[in-house]
């Protein structure tokens, strides 16, 4: 099931399941790169399983729920078109809004790749400046258009490199060729995803233990005083 949510992101409202219960599990998730890299040809894909060659520049959030081993997953996408590095305001509510982050470059294309490393940082170092819980937004990264490797300026050792380097995961797929690779890119990210919010929860669960024991603590210091 495909749903347009919001043409204005950041408007949009959670989706629901057919039985009016709210989802499962649910994962906004913000597709960043240069521009032509393939960004609304991968959400397409991944929305339609079609490739249609040629797409609009209408920066939306879109809606679909799939099932992922037995369990409903629904995917808020935020497509950008394609945001420059330097429009701060635009890049600031991405961060805030994400769960999570597909960055794509084109494999024929090094600045667009170049533009990943960028964001990768901007993305790590933002999100733990402005969050108490040092665990960071999962990142995919994905070198899109494989089908055009005779035209290759990025090899996939470095795609692969910066991947692990910054702790992303890494995917080289032609959204043209095929639907799998994209396919795989979403569900490892969603991975990613709800490992991520187990970790923010395990925590924040230390943190709350920490915060009673504390506070037991500092109440029989105080009694042993009076
Ligand atoms: N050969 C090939 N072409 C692709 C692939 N993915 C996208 N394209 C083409 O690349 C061009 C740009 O694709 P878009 O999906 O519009 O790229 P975008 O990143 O959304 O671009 P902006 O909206 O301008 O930022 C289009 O002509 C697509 O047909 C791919 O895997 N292989």
Same mark, same amino acid.
């Given at each position: 099931?495909?749903?347009?949510?919001s043409r204005r992101?950041?408007?949009?409202?959670?989706? +629901?399941?057919?039985?009016?219960?709210?989802?499962?599990?649910?994962?906004?998730?913000?597709?960043?790169? *240069?521009?032509?890299?393939?960004? /609304?040809?991968? %959400?397409? +894909?991944? #929305?339609?399983?079609?490739?249609?060659?040629? &797409?609009?520049?209408?920066?939306?959030? &879109? /809606?679909?729920?799939? %099932?992922?081993?037995?369990?409903?997953?629904?995917?808020?996408?935020?497509?950008?078109?394609?945001? $420059?590095?330097?429009?701060?305001?635009?890049?600031?509510?991405?961060?805030?809004?994400?769960?999570?982050?597909?960055?794509? &470059?084109?494999?024929?294309?090094?600045?667009?790749? %170049?533009?990943? @490393? $960028? $964001?990768?940082?901007?993305? +790590?170092?933002?999100?733990v400046s402005s969050?108490?819980?040092?665990?960071? *937004?999962?990142?995919?990264?994905?070198?899109?258009?494989?089908?055009?490797?005779?035209?290759?300026?990025?090899?996939?050792?470095?795609? +692969?490199?910066?991947?692990?380097?910054?702790?992303?995961?890494?995917?080289?797929?032609?959204?043209?060729?095929? &639907?799998?690779?994209? #396919?795989?890119?979403?569900?490892?990210?969603?991975?990613l995803i709800r @490992? %991520?919010?187990?970790?923010?929860?395990?925590?924040?669960?230390?943190?709350?233990?920490?915060?009673?024991?504390?506070?037991?603590?500092?109440?029989?210091?105080? @009694?042993?005083?009076?």
């Amino acid at each position: 099931m495909v749903v347009r949510v919001s043409r204005r992101p950041g408007h949009h409202q959670r989706s +629901r399941t057919m039985d009016g219960n709210p989802p499962k599990f649910e994962a906004n998730i913000a597709l960043l790169g *240069a521009e032509n890299v393939g960004k /609304s040809a991968l %959400t397409v +894909r991944f #929305l339609t399983r079609r490739f249609i060659g040629e &797409y609009g520049d209408i920066e939306s959030i &879109y /809606s679909h729920c799939d %099932t992922i081993d037995g369990r409903e997953i629904c995917f808020n996408i935020w497509d950008s078109v394609c945001p $420059q590095l330097g429009i701060a305001d635009h890049n600031n509510k991405q961060l805030q809004w994400a769960d999570g982050f597909i960055l794509v &470059y084109s494999i024929c294309d090094r600045a667009s790749f %170049t533009a990943v @490393e $960028q $964001q990768v940082q901007r993305i +790590r170092q933002a999100r733990v400046s402005s969050s108490k819980c040092p665990v960071s *937004a999962p990142i995919v990264v994905v070198g899109n258009k494989r089908d055009l490797r005779h035209r290759r300026t990025v090899s996939s050792e470095e795609g +692969r490199l910066l991947a692990l380097a910054a702790d992303c995961g890494f995917f080289e797929i032609s959204a043209a060729e095929n &639907y799998h690779g994209v #396919l795989l890119a979403f569900h490892g990210l969603a991975d990613l995803i709800r @490992e %991520t919010r187990a970790l923010k929860k395990g925590a924040a669960g230390i943190k709350g233990i920490v915060r009673s024991v504390s506070a037991v603590f500092g109440r029989r210091r105080s @009694e042993a005083q009076d």
